[in-house]
């Protein structure tokens, strides 16, 4: 049997990846998606709401932010992932951007038996630049490895917390400590890898 999950997904502004992504998240057969918005202004709002109507598991919440305030003063990304993690109410949080996709058969990677004693899942992350070169080689030692916790257990003891007054650079706390690679506190498995191709595009595969 597969673990039940919350995709979380902030967006703004983001009309042109709605569809597909929102197409990727049924196919994948997702159990629950939670889109915070945040005051889009090109119909991404509007458009999510459509696909509630039609699909009752995607719930869409709103958080009006400043006016260009993306990664600067007032973005306040850590409440906003918190607030995610709150509304979510499956066992599993996936965090994940509206640009990125999952693979159909992600959920039975997860198997339940396997996932019962893990908190967190751990993305090891590729990167390609746009001339399409990977980056993060294994002997690289500047972008090798670059761990992404993506999936983790809705847990009270696991919030996001950051370093800075904006909550904009952020990361996971457990029990208000903040998760590293060298994590030991719980098992952690590796079970998918990020593709990003030319800064748009990541695809997710095994």
Excluded at 88 to 102: H, N, P, T
Aim: positive net charge; hydrophobic residues 40%.
């Amino acid at each position: 049997m597969s673990v039940t999950i919350s995709a979380n997904v902030l967006v703004r502004n983001e009309i042109k990846h709605v569809d597909a992504f929102v197409r990727n998240m049924i196919d994948a057969c997702i159990d629950e998606v939670i889109f915070l918005d945040g005051g889009s202004s090109d119909g991404t709002y509007e458009r999510l709401l459509e696909y509630k109507v039609k699909y009752p598991y995607l719930r869409v919440l709103h958080w009006e932010q400043p006016e260009g305030s993306e990664y600067k003063q007032g973005f306040n990304e850590v409440a906003r992932r918190n607030l995610m993690i709150e509304a979510s109410s499956m066992d599993w949080c996936l965090y994940i951007d509206i640009d990125e996709r999952v693979p159909i058969d992600f959920k039975s990677r997860l198997e339940e038996k396997t996932m019962s004693s893990v908190l967190l899942v751990a993305f090891p992350r590729y990167h390609f630049w746009q001339n399409g070169i990977r980056v993060n080689m294994s002997d690289d030692k500047v972008w090798y490895p670059d761990l992404n916790y993506r999936l983790f257990r809705r847990d009270q003891r696991l919030r996001f917390g950051s370093h800075d007054a904006n909550g904009l650079h952020n990361y996971l706390l457990y029990k208000g400590k903040r998760v590293m690679g060298g994590f030991n506190k719980a098992k952690v498995i590796y079970t998918a890898i990020q593709l990003r191709n030319r800064c748009l595009l990541s695809l997710w595969g095994g």
